[in-house]
């Protein structure tokens, strides 16, 4: 039976050096209350410290989670997928406070049930070609770690490469729920996400380590339908309660509760705003138009995840594809911004670990993903760039095993102006930063390896689209108003091949108005019935 534990005993019962595991996502399912109180007595007493904390997705947004102990001294080693809203982590990392190990955030979900089985580690594909193959860096983050023999390692299976990612034991495993009843038992009502809080206890327990979870209330054994818990009783050793839920428990960083994102209560298409029309969203309404019907689609951080969704809303063909986040939503209305990874109306909220099991295995048919980068082999880096040490998230596991990646940017940034008037598109100011240049700092996607494996990859800007092909990059569109060399080639360190036959962009992309594309199937499917 697990026992109620004060967050500040947990804190000092945690001996230095140990390593500990968190769960959670972005801003979401963070045991803030335990990170706090640790945070608490190695600023009081300087213990416990040198800790090794290993996670999947990223665990903050901005503020709170991880950031609450990203202090130098506390923490040794890291080993996670990404920072991007993790400035203190992300300042630990680039300094050397910390050595840093990034691994594909599907890999550290799979990972953990490979230590549940207490094997050696998990083998997969996934990552190679890209930094975290050793025979580039090996996933060693910064220059700290670059110094240390590589953790993944390369193994050959019937003449196959493969990367092992090693088993990370753990004393210590912080998971979230929303109740515990006496016998121990987890469940997650109140959550908007599932994430892989069963994995991971199991994880820990096949090491010896510790499970203790955070929830919110504590009910009477038996209360529970057995189909409800999430986390059975046996793998629990205590809990922490969070008596304070508006500052320790929020279930996201804008709410401290809603039934909207658990799926238990459904909007009205209404309450979806319609956005503006700016460069993102021409990015991606020019995205969009690569769906097909019944698609299953991925959409990633960044504009992807902030506007493909509402933009499919509008355009009123979302129950016509299936939307995806990596955090385990399928349909609905995502959410972007600091809340990624949740969604309005979804139709189903699955384990973390199992939606790159689909990932991995099948490939979406279409992922949306964006780029900080792009050189000229193709190659995209989101992962280091611009002096920020991000991570690669769940960006390498996708966009590898997908049928057809679009990645979706700003053809450059620092300062980007544009005027849309009428179906055209001018360039009133340039951006400082190229984002087309020769080679990346730092390879997230490997253009060589896509175009080796013949992988469908399209490349949307505001003003041009751009393909993969054997010989790296090649123009095919430019947007109506805007001059090839001027406002193309000249922003760019390389030239790519430009198609004999170059378009240009649909106009619709660039008016205030819908463009249509749910009369377009609706055409199409009367046309192939009467056909039939």
Not at 25 to 37: H, P, T
Not at 289 to 306: H, Y
Not at 470 to 485: C, F, H, Q, R
Request: aromatic content about 6%; proline content about 4%; glycine content about 10%.
């Amino acid at each position: 039976m697990a026992e109620q534990i004060s967050s500040l005993d947990l804190a000092r019962e945690i001996s230095n050096g140990s390593t500990i595991a968190l769960v959670g996502f972005g801003g979401m399912a963070q045991c803030e209350k335990i990170l706090r109180s640790i945070s608490q007595q190695f600023k009081e007493t300087g213990t416990p410290n040198d800790l090794t904390v290993f996670h999947t997705a990223g665990q903050s947004d901005n503020l709170n989670g991880i950031e609450n102990i990203a202090e130098e001294g506390l923490i040794s080693r890291v080993i996670g997928g990404h920072w991007g809203l993790a400035p203190k982590m992300r300042k630990l990392i680039k300094e050397n406070k910390v050595e840093c190990h990034c691994w594909p955030q599907g890999q550290l979900t799979h990972l953990l049930r490979a230590m549940a089985n207490k094997m050696p580690g998990h083998i997969s594909p996934i990552g190679l070609g890209t930094f975290v193959d050793p025979r580039l860096e090996g996933g060693k983050f910064n220059e700290k770690t670059m110094k240390m023999d590589s953790l993944v390692q390369i193994v050959t299976i019937s003449n196959q490469e493969f990367l092992m990612y090693p088993s990370i034991p753990f004393d210590y495993v912080f998971i979230r729920g929303t109740s515990i009843d006496e016998d121990g038992n987890i469940t997650t009502e109140e959550e908007p996400l599932k994430l892989e809080i069963l994995s991971a206890a199991q994880a820990a327990k096949a090491y010896g380590g510790k499970v203790i979870a955070q929830v919110k209330y504590v009910a009477k054994s038996g209360s529970f339908h057995p189909k409800d818990v999430v986390v059975p009783g046996y793998l629990v050793d205590a809990y922490v309660l969070a008596e304070d839920p508006a500052t320790e428990h929020r279930q996201t960083p804008n709410e401290i509760y809603s039934p909207v994102y658990t799926g238990s209560l459904r909007t009205t298409t209404m309450d979806s705003e319609v956005l503006p029309l700016n460069t993102r969203k021409i990015i991606g309404r020019r995205a969009v138009q690569e769906l097909t019907k019944n698609a299953v689609v991925n959409l990633g951080i960044g504009i992807p995840g902030d506007v493909i969704g509402p933009i499919t809303n509008e355009e009123g063909i979302n129950q016509d594809i299936v939307l995806t986040l990596e955090s385990g939503i399928i349909g609905g209305v995502p959410i972007g911004s600091n809340e990624f990874g949740i969604a309005k109306n979804a139709s189903a909220i699955l384990d973390h670990e199992y939606v790159f099991d689909y990932y991995h295995g099948a490939g979406v048919d279409l992922t949306f993903m964006g780029a900080a980068e792009i050189d000229k082999h193709g190659s995209v880096n989101v992962s280091k760039f611009g002096g920020r040490t991000v991570g690669c998230g769940g960006f390498i596991d996708i966009t590898q095993a997908a049928k057809k990646v679009i990645f979706c940017t700003t053809f450059t940034n620092g300062g980007l102006k544009v005027a849309i008037d009428n179906g055209k598109l001018r360039i009133l100011q340039e951006g400082v930063n190229k984002k087309f240049t020769s080679d990346v700092v730092q390879i997230t996607f490997s253009g060589e390896y896509a175009s080796k494996h013949s992988k469908n990859v399209m490349y949307v800007t505001e003003r041009a689209v751009f393909v993969l092909t054997k010989d790296g990059l090649t123009l095919t569109e430019i947007a109506p108003g805007i001059d090839v060399e001027k406002d193309i080639l000249n922003q760019m360190d390389f030239r790519p091949k430009i198609s004999e036959d170059l378009k240009i962009m649909d106009s619709s992309i660039f008016k205030d108005q819908k463009m249509g594309i749910s009369e377009k199937w609706s055409v199409n499917k009367r046309v192939c019935n009467a056909t039939v």
